[in-house]
């Protein structure tokens, strides 16, 4: 395989807009293009506490559906935001700080959307609440649904996304077969490699077979690039991803393999508070401590009296990943 088949994902920025809540955005996405996000669910609302995710463990551990924020609030949100942009962006794409499904506002609140929005709609979500007909019903009006396929057996399921008891993998998959049989949009398939955990050539076979099943449109494997929940979690080989991608595009169709370090910038310095908008960033997307100090030379700042205030103050801590040191967002419980 050359390396042509390899590409790395641009910095997901998250920019935080004076006057929007819930609207992130634009972002650059090699996925999306530029893509303007739409959150939610706040930090971290999840029916999954998976071991690499880089928002930390799940806080509100559920598989209850309701307006965690309200569904109208969001669509004036977006009105306002499609208008401030007028067509700067290729998608826009409802997100979370978790599982954005558990908003049971997203039953029409997508279809809402697409009668405003002149760019296709994509939903970035783990799927596993596509069983529930109202769900799937509620995402027919989207161009894009990307799901999260990290394991092909319930052990595995169970080890590496540690969902809520309600749910099996195979209660997941059946929601997206039924899903796929009526959805005229594209339905993609996400999958995250943690080294001796899941990047086995078995879990590989198994996967195959439950994507035998799906015939999603494009397969995306990754591997974790930021600190993930569990400490000791690590990203898979090369090798292995290769050997994934291989197998994949081999028996189901085609895979791409993505890798990070990303590229990109965040540009602070343009917004009236700088380290509110450097805040904001790191609470969703822990950031390189040489990228927050470019970012505070930028913006006119001390990077060093600000990153020691900030950790003094408890608003973030650093924490070492694959040797690279990170800010990372210092929740409070």
């Known amino acids: 395989m050359t390396r042509n088949y390899f590409y790395v994902l641009t910095l997901y920025q998250v920019v935080l807009l004076t006057g929007f809540k819930y ?42 559906r309701r307006e965690y924020f309200p569904g109208s609030e969001v669509f004036k949100e977006v009105l306002r935001a499609i208008e401030v942009f007028d067509g700067g ?19 029409w609140l997508v279809g809402k959307v697409k009668e405003v929005c002149p760019k296709p ?34 052990r595995l399921f169970r080890l590496v996304n540690r969902p809520h008891k309600d749910l099996t993998l195979s209660k ?5 077969l039924e899903f796929r049989d009526v959805f005229k949009g594209e339905l993609w398939v ?5 080294r001796d955990v899941n990047d086995s ?6 996967m195959v077979r439950v994507l035998r099943e799906v015939r999603p449109a494009k397969v995306h494997v990754m591997v974790p690039t930021r600190p993930p929940t569990e400490p ?29 370090p990303e590229t990109g910038e965040f540009n602070i310095s343009k917004y009236p508070d700088p380290i509110e908008a450097l805040l904001s960033i790191i ?17 006119g700042l001390d990077p060093k009296e600000v990153i020691e205030r900030l950790i003094e103050e408890g608003k973030v801590r650093k924490e070492v990943f694959e040797e690279i040191t990170y800010l990372v967002y210092a929740r409070k419980h």
């Open 23 to 64: 609207v992130f955005g634009p972002v650059p996405s090699r996925r999306l293009g530029r893509s303007l996000g739409v959150n939610l669910v706040p930090l971290k609302v999840c029916n999954y506490s998976c071991i690499y995710c880089q928002l930390g463990k799940t806080t509100t551990f559920t598989n209850v």
């Open 89 to 107: 962006f290729d998608y826009l794409t409802f997100i979370g700080d978790g599982e954005p499904l558990l908003n049971s506002a997203i039953d």
């Open 121 to 154: 709609i994509a939903v970035l979500s783990n799927g596993s609440l596509l069983y529930l007909k109202e769900v799937r019903e509620g995402l027919m009006y989207a161009d894009v649904v990307k799901v999260s396929l990290d394991a092909g057996s319930e």
């Open 172 to 176: 997941v998959v059946e929601g997206w």
């Open 190 to 194: 996400e999958v995250m490699l943690v």
């Open 201 to 206: 050539l078995s879990n590989a076979e198994d």
């Open 232 to 260: 000791w979690v690590k990203p898979a080989t090369s090798d292995k991803v290769i050997e994934f991608v291989r197998l994949i595009s081999r028996c189901v169709g085609t895979a791409t393999p993505i890798y990070l």
């Open 283 to 299: 609470k969703v997307h822990p950031m390189r401590e040489e990228q927050v100090v470019k970012e505070l030379v930028k913006a």
